[in-house]
C-alpha cells in the first residue's frame, strides 16, 4: 500500500512538473509574441544593407504591353513564370560554358537569389488563386494597415494602430491614369524585382524601374520608382500605380512579407483628412 501511494505521490509530482514547464514555455512564448514590433529597428537594418550599387542589369521578362486595371494579371504571371524558368535555365548554361570560356558573361549570385526568390513567389501565388481567401481582419484591425490620401500624395504606415511613418508618394496623373479608390487586402504577388517598358524610367540597382512590388489587384502596385522620378515624389505622375522613394518601397516590401497579405490592408482615398497627423513622423528625403 505504501508502494502505491509512493507511486502515485511520484506520478503527481512529475505530473505537476510538466505541467508547470508546459504553463513556463506558453507564457515564454506569448511574452515574445507581445513583444511590441521594433519599427525603427527594422527599417534601418533594412537600409544598412544597401550597398549604393547602381548596376542596369537586363530583364529579358520585362513586359511591353501590360496596362493596370486593363490587362489581366494572371495572364500576365504566368508568362513571367515561363520567362523566369527560362532564365535560370539559361544561368546553369551560362554557368557550365564560363567554366571553358572566361569572357562569357553570367548571372551574379544576388541575380541568381531574386530570380529564384521570384519563382518562388509566383508559383506560391498561382497555387493560392484558386484557395479560399482568409479574412483575419479587415482596415485598421490589421497588423499592417496602409492609407495613401491622394489629395496629398501621401502615405500613412500603421502597425497595430500606431502611426509609425509617413512616405510621399506618386499616384495616377490625368484622367487615363486616375489610380481608383481601393480597400482591400492586397491581392499579391510581392516581388523584389520587376520592370515595365510600357511605362520607361531606368533601372534601379538591377531590380528593373519598378522595384519592390507590392501589387494590390489587377495591375495596381505600390512601388519604389527610379531617380529620374524622385523630384516628382509629392505629386500625381504615375500610370496608376502608387510609386515610392525605392527605400520607403524596400521598407514596405518587406513588412509585407514579414507580417502577410493575410494581415495587411491598404486604404486608397481621394482626402483622408482625418488621418493626418499634426506632427507627422519624418520621411525619407528624396536622394
Not at 547602381?54 to 494572371?74: C, H, Q, R, V
Not at 519563382?119 to 501565388?125: G, P
Not at 500624395?153 to 499616384?171: A, N, P, R
Request: aromatic share 10%; net charge positive.
Amino acid at each position: 500500500m505504501k508502494n502505491l501511494t509512493g507511486y502515485f505521490l511520484l506520478a503527481t509530482f512529475i505530473s505537476f512538473g510538466i505541467s508547470f514547464s508546459a504553463c513556463t514555455e506558453n507564457e515564454k512564448k506569448n511574452k515574445e509574441v507581445r513583444q511590441p514590433f521594433q519599427y525603427k529597428e527594422f527599417k534601418d537594418s533594412l537600409l544598412r544593407n544597401d550597398t549604393g550599387k547602381t548596376n542596369d542589369a537586363s530583364n529579358i521578362f520585362d513586359e511591353k504591353t501590360f496596362i493596370p486595371g486593363k490587362d489581366s494579371l494572371s495572364f500576365m504571371l504566368v508568362r513571367m513564370d515561363t520567362q523566369w524558368r527560362r532564365e535560370a535555365a539559361l544561368m546553369a548554361q551560362l554557368d557550365t560554358l564560363k567554366k571553358g570560356i572566361k569572357k562569357v558573361p553570367g548571372f551574379t549570385t544576388e541575380e541568381k537569389l531574386i530570380i529564384n526568390e521570384n519563382i518562388k513567389i509566383v508559383d506560391s501565388f498561382l497555387l493560392s488563386m484558386d484557395s479560399t481567401p482568409v479574412n483575419s481582419c479587415t482596415g485598421k484591425d490589421c497588423m499592417l494597415y496602409v492609407a495613401i490620401d491622394k489629395s496629398t500624395q501621401t502615405l500613412y504606415l500603421y502597425l497595430l494602430g500606431e502611426l509609425k511613418d509617413t512616405f510621399k508618394v506618386s499616384t495616377g496623373k490625368g484622367k487615363k491614369y486616375e489610380t481608383p479608390e481601393l480597400d482591400l487586402r492586397p491581392a499579391g504577388p510581392v516581388l523584389t524585382k520587376y520592370t515595365s517598358r510600357k511605362f520607361p524610367g531606368g533601372n534601379y540597382q538591377g531590380l528593373g524601374n519598378m522595384p519592390y512590388a507590392v501589387f494590390l489587384r489587377g495591375g495596381y502596385a505600390i512601388h519604389g520608382t527610379t531617380a529620374g522620378n524622385f523630384s516628382k515624389l509629392g505629386t500625381k505622375a504615375s500610370h496608376g500605380c502608387i510609386r515610392l522613394h525605392p527605400d520607403n518601397a524596400k521598407v514596405f516590401n518587406a513588412l509585407v512579407k514579414t507580417i502577410g497579405l493575410a494581415n495587411t490592408w491598404v486604404s486608397i482615398k481621394d482626402s483622408l483628412p482625418d488621418l493626418q497627423p499634426a506632427s507627422a513622423p519624418q520621411v525619407i528625403k528624396s536622394k
